[in-house]
């Protein structure tokens, strides 16, 4: 980070895009919220999808010509913006918000001069590739997971010559978000406390992909600033086990559940929630509790990214819920 760069954020009032824009100013990088408009489903899932962006241009040009002149102030632009909803089965608004409104928001800021554009994806678009990495793989295991990778293949294939991107475009890869305000932190820490065992993989020593906000919101303001930009950028590595975070989080007894018998157990319950978006969502974040899920974040470490949260802000957010 040699010198200024003039922020925008999209999506500042939700999850993370607000924790953006709230460390931002910890660290004394000012990042402006922008509006981003809403995307009719209908108007922009008719088929191909790769179009939909370029059609919804057409028909919204004032809204478009609004769009840009929001965004010519900045030569960055971080997009935090889209449908949230990991366990939602509502195919046609997740596609709208999580793929068609990145592809509308590049071609803006193409547009508009800006510079780079950072895109907050997810790593659940790679579903159970174990190690979770920096490629263009998708295994995707979810509708919302689904959505995302979507979002991704479309600024991926778009071509900067033919302005559908600006010239510097990063994919941004969060784990699992931990924080207070979080209510899946908070019922798996309520989770931990009432069931009598845990059961685990193994002795539970796998690493698990979760990360913190702050280091999440640190990592994208490192991304989006940082002198030389990767297309694909993974959350790096917090180094909790499977084993540790449950104890943290308030565990009382653990078993130990040898490989074959995990596996029989996840399979089963996968036959019986795969028709269930709700119910794949939570059967995947019981998988990565049971058995864990390796991360090789690697462009984010080697430029010199270290998180700004440590140990003790697990100890923190499990005491805050309660968990000890």
Known sequence: ????????????????????AAYGQTVGISVTPVSMPRVHPFSAMTAPIADAADRWRRS???????????????DVVINAAGDPRAGSSDTQNLLAANAVLPAILARAAHAAGVRRL????????????????ETAAHFPLSPYASSKAHGELLLLNADPARGEVPAEMVLYRPTSVQAIRHQATRDFARLMRRLPAVPLEGTGERPVPVAQLENVAAGILFAATMDEPAPLVLQPDEAMTVRHLVELFGARHIV????????????????????????????????????????SAKVLPTAGFTVPVGHDGWVALAQATGAR
């Not at 003039?6 to 939700?14: N, Y």
């Not at 809204?63 to 900045?74: E, V």
Request: hydrophobic share 45%; proline share 4%; with cysteine.
């Open 1 to 20: 980070m040699t010198h200024q760069h003039r922020l925008a954020v999209l999506g500042a009032t939700g999850f993370i895009g607000s924790h953006v």
């Open 60 to 74: 919204n040009r004032s809204t478009f010509d609004d769009l840009c002149l929001a965004l010519a102030p900045f």
């Open 256 to 295: 130990a559940i040898p490989p074959r018998a995990a596996n029989a157990t996840l399979d089963q319950l996968g036959r019986v929630t795969r028709h269930s978006a709700y119910l794949t969502s939570r059967f995947r974040w019981l998988e990565l509790l049971l058995r864990g899920q390796g991360t």
């Open 118 to 133: 950072v895109h907050v994806s997810t790593a659940a678009v790679q579903g159970r590739l174990d190690p979770l990495d």
